[in-house]
Protein backbone atom coordinates (compact mmCIF):
# COMPACT_ATOMS: atom_id res chain seq x y z
CA UNK A 1 0.00 0.00 0.00
CA UNK A 2 1.20 3.36 -0.90
CA UNK A 3 1.81 6.13 1.57
CA UNK A 4 -1.02 8.15 2.83
CA UNK A 5 -2.25 11.24 0.74
CA UNK A 6 -2.00 14.43 2.96
CA UNK A 7 -3.52 17.41 2.42
CA UNK A 8 0.03 19.05 1.58
CA UNK A 9 -0.05 16.62 -1.69
CA UNK A 10 -3.44 18.27 -2.51
CA UNK A 11 -2.16 21.94 -2.06
CA UNK A 12 0.50 20.88 -3.99
CA UNK A 13 -1.54 19.59 -7.15
CA UNK A 14 -3.65 22.29 -6.80
CA UNK A 15 -1.17 24.84 -6.57
CA UNK A 16 -2.73 26.52 -3.82
CA UNK A 17 -1.48 26.51 -0.12
CA UNK A 18 -2.36 23.70 2.36
CA UNK A 19 -4.41 26.17 4.42
CA UNK A 20 -6.53 27.07 1.23
CA UNK A 21 -7.45 23.38 0.72
CA UNK A 22 -8.28 23.70 4.63
CA UNK A 23 -10.72 26.15 3.95
CA UNK A 24 -12.91 24.22 1.23
CA UNK A 25 -12.59 21.23 3.32
CA UNK A 26 -13.85 23.35 6.55
CA UNK A 27 -16.89 24.94 4.43
CA UNK A 28 -15.37 28.34 4.64
CA UNK A 29 -15.34 28.30 0.83
CA UNK A 30 -17.34 31.29 0.58
CA UNK A 31 -15.04 34.12 -0.89
CA UNK A 32 -13.11 31.41 -3.30
CA UNK A 33 -12.75 31.98 -6.24
CA UNK A 34 -14.80 29.18 -8.81
CA UNK A 35 -11.30 28.26 -10.97
CA UNK A 36 -9.59 27.74 -7.32
CA UNK A 37 -12.45 25.28 -5.67
CA UNK A 38 -12.64 23.44 -9.16
CA UNK A 39 -8.68 23.03 -9.04
CA UNK A 40 -8.79 21.56 -5.27
CA UNK A 41 -11.23 19.57 -5.24
CA UNK A 42 -9.96 17.78 -8.70
CA UNK A 43 -6.78 16.85 -7.04
CA UNK A 44 -8.72 15.30 -4.08
CA UNK A 45 -10.47 13.22 -6.65
CA UNK A 46 -7.76 12.36 -8.45
CA UNK A 47 -5.41 11.93 -5.74
CA UNK A 48 -7.75 9.76 -3.58
CA UNK A 49 -7.70 11.91 -0.50
CA UNK A 50 -9.60 11.23 2.49
CA UNK A 51 -9.85 13.91 5.46
CA UNK A 52 -9.15 12.74 8.61
CA UNK A 53 -12.84 13.71 10.66
CA UNK A 54 -10.92 12.96 14.18
CA UNK A 55 -7.86 15.87 13.39
CA UNK A 56 -10.92 18.12 11.75
CA UNK A 57 -12.87 17.71 15.01
CA UNK A 58 -10.10 18.44 17.31
CA UNK A 59 -8.59 21.85 14.54
CA UNK A 60 -12.96 23.06 14.36
CA UNK A 61 -14.34 21.78 17.88
CA UNK A 62 -17.11 20.14 15.78
CA UNK A 63 -17.50 17.04 13.88
CA UNK A 64 -18.81 17.19 10.67
CA UNK A 65 -22.41 15.20 11.89
CA UNK A 66 -25.78 16.66 12.73
CA UNK A 67 -28.30 14.91 15.30
CA UNK A 68 -32.07 14.18 14.10
CA UNK A 69 -34.42 13.52 16.99
CA UNK A 70 -38.04 12.25 15.70
CA UNK A 71 -40.85 10.77 17.55
CA UNK A 72 -40.27 7.36 16.31
CA UNK A 73 -39.28 5.26 13.14
CA UNK A 74 -42.20 2.95 13.25
CA UNK A 75 -44.06 5.82 11.14
CA UNK A 76 -42.80 5.34 7.88
CA UNK A 77 -42.79 8.97 7.28
CA UNK A 78 -40.44 10.08 10.18
CA UNK A 79 -37.89 7.00 7.78
CA UNK A 80 -38.93 8.89 4.81
CA UNK A 81 -37.60 12.63 6.29
CA UNK A 82 -34.36 10.86 7.70
CA UNK A 83 -33.74 9.57 4.23
CA UNK A 84 -34.07 12.98 2.81
CA UNK A 85 -32.24 14.37 5.65
CA UNK A 86 -29.31 12.07 5.31
CA UNK A 87 -29.02 12.63 0.86
CA UNK A 88 -28.84 16.37 1.50
CA UNK A 89 -26.26 16.27 4.48
CA UNK A 90 -23.92 14.03 3.16
CA UNK A 91 -24.19 16.01 -0.34
CA UNK A 92 -22.79 18.61 1.96
CA UNK A 93 -19.95 15.93 3.54
CA UNK A 94 -21.78 15.55 6.68
CA UNK A 95 -23.42 12.10 8.08
CA UNK A 96 -26.58 12.07 10.48
CA UNK A 97 -27.21 10.07 13.49
CA UNK A 98 -30.74 9.70 13.77
CA UNK A 99 -32.59 9.02 17.58
CA UNK A 100 -36.14 8.25 18.32
CA UNK A 101 -37.02 10.22 21.53
CA UNK A 102 -41.22 8.95 21.72
CA UNK A 103 -41.86 12.45 22.55
CA UNK A 104 -39.79 12.29 25.76
CA UNK A 105 -38.59 15.61 26.74
CA UNK A 106 -36.31 14.00 29.23
CA UNK A 107 -35.21 12.03 27.12
CA UNK A 108 -34.35 14.05 23.96
CA UNK A 109 -32.38 15.94 26.55
CA UNK A 110 -30.16 13.17 27.08
CA UNK A 111 -29.58 12.94 23.27
CA UNK A 112 -28.83 15.94 22.53
CA UNK A 113 -26.20 16.39 25.47
CA UNK A 114 -24.60 12.76 24.34
CA UNK A 115 -24.41 14.34 20.68
CA UNK A 116 -23.19 17.19 22.02
CA UNK A 117 -20.47 15.47 23.87
CA UNK A 118 -19.83 14.21 20.66
CA UNK A 119 -19.23 17.56 18.65
CA UNK A 120 -22.54 17.53 17.07
CA UNK A 121 -23.30 21.17 16.74
CA UNK A 122 -26.78 20.89 15.23
CA UNK A 123 -29.90 19.09 15.06
CA UNK A 124 -32.85 18.79 13.51
CA UNK A 125 -36.01 18.17 15.75
CA UNK A 126 -39.47 16.51 15.01
CA UNK A 127 -41.30 16.02 18.01
CA UNK A 128 -43.17 19.15 18.00
CA UNK A 129 -43.63 19.58 21.88
CA UNK A 130 -44.91 22.45 23.28
CA UNK A 131 -41.55 23.51 25.28
CA UNK A 132 -38.43 23.84 24.39
CA UNK A 133 -36.90 24.59 27.44
CA UNK A 134 -35.38 21.51 28.41
CA UNK A 135 -32.72 22.51 25.62
CA UNK A 136 -31.91 26.06 26.44
CA UNK A 137 -28.76 25.87 28.07
CA UNK A 138 -27.55 23.66 25.11
CA UNK A 139 -28.73 26.38 22.43
CA UNK A 140 -26.75 29.15 25.40
CA UNK A 141 -23.50 26.98 24.05
CA UNK A 142 -23.52 27.31 20.73
CA UNK A 143 -26.27 24.32 19.77
CA UNK A 144 -28.43 24.82 16.27
CA UNK A 145 -31.74 23.77 16.41
CA UNK A 146 -33.90 23.90 13.36
CA UNK A 147 -37.22 22.46 14.45
CA UNK A 148 -39.88 20.49 12.17
CA UNK A 149 -43.85 21.13 12.29
CA UNK A 150 -43.31 23.68 15.34
CA UNK A 151 -44.00 27.21 15.16
CA UNK A 152 -43.11 29.48 18.01
CA UNK A 153 -44.52 29.45 20.83
CA UNK A 154 -45.25 32.46 23.11
CA UNK A 155 -43.79 30.55 26.19
CA UNK A 156 -40.46 30.03 24.06
CA UNK A 157 -37.24 31.70 25.44
CA UNK A 158 -35.00 31.28 22.71
CA UNK A 159 -36.00 31.42 18.89
CA UNK A 160 -34.58 28.81 16.32
CA UNK A 161 -35.05 28.00 13.14
CA UNK A 162 -38.23 26.19 11.70
CA UNK A 163 -39.72 24.42 8.99
CA UNK A 164 -43.72 23.37 8.35
CA UNK A 165 -46.97 23.39 6.51
CA UNK A 166 -49.17 25.44 8.36
CA UNK A 167 -51.04 22.71 10.12
CA UNK A 168 -54.24 24.40 10.52
CA UNK A 169 -54.34 25.31 6.33
CA UNK A 170 -53.98 21.40 5.82
CA UNK A 171 -56.78 19.93 8.02
CA UNK A 172 -58.85 22.92 6.64
CA UNK A 173 -58.14 21.24 3.41
CA UNK A 174 -59.42 17.59 4.39
CA UNK A 175 -62.12 18.66 6.13
CA UNK A 176 -63.22 21.14 3.12
CA UNK A 177 -63.13 18.13 1.22
CA UNK A 178 -65.33 15.73 3.37
CA UNK A 179 -68.07 18.62 3.74
CA UNK A 180 -68.42 19.15 -0.37
CA UNK A 181 -69.22 15.40 -0.88
CA UNK A 182 -72.13 16.12 1.64
CA UNK A 183 -70.54 15.06 4.98
CA UNK A 184 -71.54 16.53 7.74
CA UNK A 185 -70.83 14.38 10.89
CA UNK A 186 -67.33 14.61 10.38
CA UNK A 187 -65.14 12.83 13.27
CA UNK A 188 -61.51 13.82 14.08
CA UNK A 189 -58.81 10.72 15.27
CA UNK A 190 -55.83 11.53 17.10
CA UNK A 191 -53.23 10.66 19.63
CA UNK A 192 -52.52 12.91 22.65
CA UNK A 193 -53.37 16.57 21.20
CA UNK A 194 -50.47 17.76 22.96
CA UNK A 195 -48.20 18.63 20.76
CA UNK A 196 -48.13 21.93 18.88
CA UNK A 197 -48.88 20.44 15.39
CA UNK A 198 -51.38 18.70 16.47
CA UNK A 199 -53.34 21.24 18.62
CA UNK A 200 -52.95 23.69 15.53
CA UNK A 201 -54.60 20.33 13.31
CA UNK A 202 -57.17 20.04 15.89
CA UNK A 203 -58.34 24.33 15.51
CA UNK A 204 -58.40 23.72 12.04
CA UNK A 205 -60.96 21.11 12.14
CA UNK A 206 -63.07 23.35 14.38
CA UNK A 207 -62.82 26.29 12.24
CA UNK A 208 -63.60 24.37 9.28
CA UNK A 209 -66.86 23.14 10.21
CA UNK A 210 -67.40 26.70 12.41
CA UNK A 211 -67.04 28.05 8.72
CA UNK A 212 -69.59 26.00 7.28
CA UNK A 213 -72.24 26.66 9.96
CA UNK A 214 -71.37 23.25 11.67
CA UNK A 215 -71.15 23.14 15.41
CA UNK A 216 -68.32 20.80 16.31
CA UNK A 217 -69.64 17.80 18.29
CA UNK A 218 -66.91 16.40 21.69
CA UNK A 219 -68.29 13.20 20.99
CA UNK A 220 -66.74 12.90 17.60
CA UNK A 221 -63.23 13.92 18.79
CA UNK A 222 -61.07 11.02 19.72
CA UNK A 223 -57.58 11.89 21.28
CA UNK A 224 -56.57 8.17 22.44
CA UNK A 225 -55.88 8.80 26.28
CA UNK A 226 -55.43 5.64 27.55
CA UNK A 227 -51.87 6.07 28.55
CA UNK A 228 -49.32 8.49 28.59
CA UNK A 229 -47.51 8.39 25.03
CA UNK A 230 -48.44 10.05 22.00
CA UNK A 231 -49.08 6.96 20.03
CA UNK A 232 -46.42 7.02 17.24
CA UNK A 233 -45.15 3.77 17.83
CA UNK A 234 -48.53 2.27 17.97
CA UNK A 235 -50.24 4.51 15.97
CA UNK A 236 -52.59 1.72 14.02
CA UNK A 237 -53.99 0.10 17.02
CA UNK A 238 -54.64 3.54 18.52
CA UNK A 239 -56.21 4.82 14.76
CA UNK A 240 -58.58 1.27 15.32
CA UNK A 241 -59.56 1.47 18.60
CA UNK A 242 -60.55 4.98 17.93
CA UNK A 243 -62.52 3.39 14.94
CA UNK A 244 -64.21 0.91 16.65
CA UNK A 245 -65.55 3.39 19.35
CA UNK A 246 -66.67 6.02 16.78
CA UNK A 247 -68.32 4.01 14.90
CA UNK A 248 -69.76 2.12 17.52
CA UNK A 249 -71.71 5.32 18.74
CA UNK A 250 -75.31 5.89 18.59
CA UNK A 251 -75.18 8.76 15.75
CA UNK A 252 -71.68 7.78 14.24
CA UNK A 253 -69.22 9.93 12.09
CA UNK A 254 -69.69 9.95 8.49
CA UNK A 255 -66.32 10.40 7.67
CA UNK A 256 -63.17 10.90 9.08
CA UNK A 257 -59.61 12.96 9.68
CA UNK A 258 -57.34 11.00 10.72
CA UNK A 259 -53.94 12.98 12.38
CA UNK A 260 -51.94 10.81 10.18
CA UNK A 261 -52.17 8.25 7.75
CA UNK A 262 -51.11 5.49 10.06
CA UNK A 263 -53.76 6.43 12.17
CA UNK A 264 -55.75 6.45 9.54
CA UNK A 265 -54.83 3.13 8.23
CA UNK A 266 -55.85 2.01 12.00
CA UNK A 267 -59.16 3.25 10.77
CA UNK A 268 -59.24 1.39 7.86
CA UNK A 269 -59.03 -1.62 10.11
CA UNK A 270 -61.41 -0.69 12.80
CA UNK A 271 -64.19 0.09 10.10
CA UNK A 272 -63.47 -3.53 8.32
CA UNK A 273 -64.19 -4.84 11.96
CA UNK A 274 -67.01 -3.85 12.10
CA UNK A 275 -68.54 -4.73 8.85
CA UNK A 276 -68.29 -0.90 6.60
CA UNK A 277 -67.34 -0.36 3.76
CA UNK A 278 -65.03 2.21 2.84
CA UNK A 279 -65.90 4.85 0.96
CA UNK A 280 -69.32 3.41 0.51
CA UNK A 281 -69.97 3.72 4.62
CA UNK A 282 -67.40 5.86 5.65
CA UNK A 283 -65.26 8.47 4.08
CA UNK A 284 -61.53 8.55 5.69
CA UNK A 285 -58.86 11.24 5.54
CA UNK A 286 -55.04 10.65 5.98
CA UNK A 287 -52.20 13.43 6.44
CA UNK A 288 -48.59 13.13 5.01
CA UNK A 289 -48.56 11.09 1.81
CA UNK A 290 -46.36 8.36 2.98
CA UNK A 291 -45.87 5.77 0.62
CA UNK A 292 -47.95 3.02 1.88
CA UNK A 293 -51.33 5.59 1.13
CA UNK A 294 -51.34 4.33 -2.92
CA UNK A 295 -51.47 0.64 -1.87
CA UNK A 296 -54.03 0.03 0.78
CA UNK A 297 -57.26 -0.90 -0.02
CA UNK A 298 -58.90 1.33 -1.31
CA UNK A 299 -56.07 3.83 -1.82
CA UNK A 300 -56.25 6.74 0.72
CA UNK A 301 -57.06 10.08 0.49
CA UNK A 302 -54.71 11.95 2.07
CA UNK A 303 -52.59 15.63 3.01
CA UNK A 304 -49.26 15.63 1.44
CA UNK A 305 -46.59 17.07 3.07
CA UNK A 306 -43.50 17.70 0.47
CA UNK A 307 -41.23 15.96 2.94
CA UNK A 308 -38.51 16.29 0.35
CA UNK A 309 -38.45 20.09 0.55
CA UNK A 310 -38.75 20.49 4.23
CA UNK A 311 -35.87 17.95 4.55
CA UNK A 312 -33.87 19.51 2.16
CA UNK A 313 -34.74 22.68 3.70
CA UNK A 314 -34.34 21.59 7.42
CA UNK A 315 -30.83 20.53 6.95
CA UNK A 316 -29.29 23.69 4.46
CA UNK A 317 -30.68 26.06 6.80
CA UNK A 318 -28.97 23.59 9.64
CA UNK A 319 -25.57 23.45 8.42
CA UNK A 320 -25.94 27.13 6.90
CA UNK A 321 -26.08 28.17 11.15
CA UNK A 322 -22.99 25.44 12.04
CA UNK A 323 -20.72 27.39 8.71
CA UNK A 324 -21.79 30.52 10.04
CA UNK A 325 -22.83 30.83 6.01
CA UNK A 326 -26.17 31.49 7.05
CA UNK A 327 -26.35 34.64 9.32
CA UNK A 328 -30.19 36.12 9.00
CA UNK A 329 -32.50 36.40 11.62
CA UNK A 330 -34.35 32.42 12.81
CA UNK A 331 -37.92 32.52 10.67
CA UNK A 332 -40.26 30.03 10.71
CA UNK A 333 -40.08 28.33 6.68
CA UNK A 334 -43.98 27.54 5.41
CA UNK A 335 -44.53 25.16 3.09
CA UNK A 336 -47.46 24.23 0.93
CA UNK A 337 -49.45 21.15 1.47
CA UNK A 338 -51.86 19.39 -0.71
CA UNK A 339 -55.04 17.32 -0.82
CA UNK A 340 -54.31 13.71 -2.59
CA UNK A 341 -57.75 12.68 -3.52
CA UNK A 342 -57.89 8.95 -3.75
CA UNK A 343 -60.64 5.80 -3.44
CA UNK A 344 -61.43 6.37 0.24
CA UNK A 345 -63.05 9.36 0.10
CA UNK A 346 -66.52 9.48 -1.55
CA UNK A 347 -70.15 11.55 -1.75
CA UNK A 348 -71.95 10.57 1.44
CA UNK A 349 -75.13 8.17 0.80
CA UNK A 350 -78.73 9.90 1.13
CA UNK A 351 -80.56 9.30 4.29
CA UNK A 352 -79.43 9.24 7.47
CA UNK A 353 -76.34 10.03 9.14
CA UNK A 354 -75.14 7.12 10.60
CA UNK A 355 -74.49 3.59 8.77
CA UNK A 356 -76.24 0.19 7.60
Known amino acids: MGEKVTITDVARAASV ?36 KAAQQLKTGHARIIGLIVPSVANPFYGMFARHVEKTALAHDYQVLLCNSERDSARERDYAEELWGYGVRGIIFGSSLMQFSHLDDLI ?174 ATERLIGRIQETYTKPQEHIVVTPRLIVRGSTAQRANGSHGHK
Not at 17 to 39: C, D, I, Y
Not at 257 to 267: L, R, T
Request: hydrophobic share 40%; net charge neutral.
Open 17 to 52: SPSTVSNLLNGRSKRMRPQTKTRIENAIKALGYRPN
Open 140 to 313: ERGLHLVAFDRLTQEQDTMIIDSIGVDNAFATRLAVKHLLSLGHRRIAFLSGRIRTVSRIDRLNGYLSALRENGIEPDDDLIWHGMTNGSFGDADAIERGRQGAHELFSKADPPTAVFAINDMYAFGAYAGARDLGLVIPDDVSIVGMDDIMLTEVVQPPLTTIRQPIAEIAQQ
